[in-house]
């Protein structure tokens, strides 16, 4: 079936570091891609997206390009700040036209120190 | 400003109580989705809606039921709570057409079962 899996944390970064997480996916078809982020006390919202092969997603200073030969997703940020401390979540849609179904990856826990 | 608003943040049940969760958007959304959410596993599919009256099991239907007499509502049902249903609920919503729309998710009821 479809899925996605993306690095474990928690990671803990200092303010103005690199930050990767990694995320490949596994599915029939040509599916579109997603980062959403959980704050503190909140929902889930959608970060960025991607819905075909070399696309590139980006969002708030995050960027994430479909790689289809690698079946991959990975999230970055140059430099992150205390604010982009929460959960991380890689997910996909398996079939664009006629699904409307998410797959979750485990979520990443990302803390950033001052 | 779309929204997704969730009946409770935190709600406390007694094993074998019945459980009502509501969730309501405004945004006039065809699909509505519960998700369960737990560390370390993300977000499950519990069930579904993609229309007034209908209704799909996702991938962890068990123990639970859902009502969709509105468009607007859609509601789920622990029939019977146990400890093992302590968790955060999360419910979603999402236009028809391409399947690559956005979920807009609402705030969360983190539900304990005693």
């Known amino acids: 079936g479809d899925s996605v899996t993306q690095m474990e944390g928690p990671v803990t970064l200092s303010e103005e570091a690199f930050l990767t997480i990694n995320c490949t996916y596994t599915a029939t078809g040509y599916p579109s891609l997603f980062w959403y982020v959980q704050y503190p006390g909140e929902g889930l919202q959608l970060l960025l997206k991607a819905t075909k092969a070399d696309d590139k997603g980006s969002n708030k200073g995050f960027e994430a390009t479909y790689r289809k030969e690698t079946t991959s997703f990975h999230l970055e940020k140059g430099s992150v700040q205390v604010s982009d401390s929460a959960v991380y979540f890689c997910?996909?849609?398996?079939?664009?036209?006629?699904?409307?179904?998410?797959?979750f990856g485990a979520g990443t826990t990302v803390t950033v120190r001052a | 400003d779309v929204k997704v608003t969730q009946s409770s943040r935190y709600l406390v049940k007694r094993t074998g109580e019945k459980v009502f969760l509501e969730c309501v958007q405004d945004?006039?959304?065809?699909?509505m989705f519960w998700y369960r959410q737990d560390p370390g596993l993300g977000l499950r599919l519990i069930y579904f809606?993609?229309?007034?009256?209908?209704?799909e099991k996702g991938d962890i239907p068990e123990g639970y039921s859902v009502s969709r007499e509105k468009k607007e509502r859609f509601s789920l049902i622990l029939e019977s709570a146990s400890t093992n249903q302590t968790s955060m609920y999360l419910c979603?919503?999402?236009?028809?057409?391409?399947?690559?729309?956005?979920?807009?998710f609402g705030p969360g009821t983190r539900l304990t079962v005693l």
């Open positions: 979603a919503s999402t236009s028809a057409g391409a399947g690559g729309n956005e979920q807009f």
């Open positions: 945004m006039d959304h065809e699909n």
């Open positions: 809606s993609y229309d007034v009256k209908m209704k």
């Open positions: 997910a996909l849609i398996a079939s664009v036209s006629n699904d409307y179904k998410l797959s």
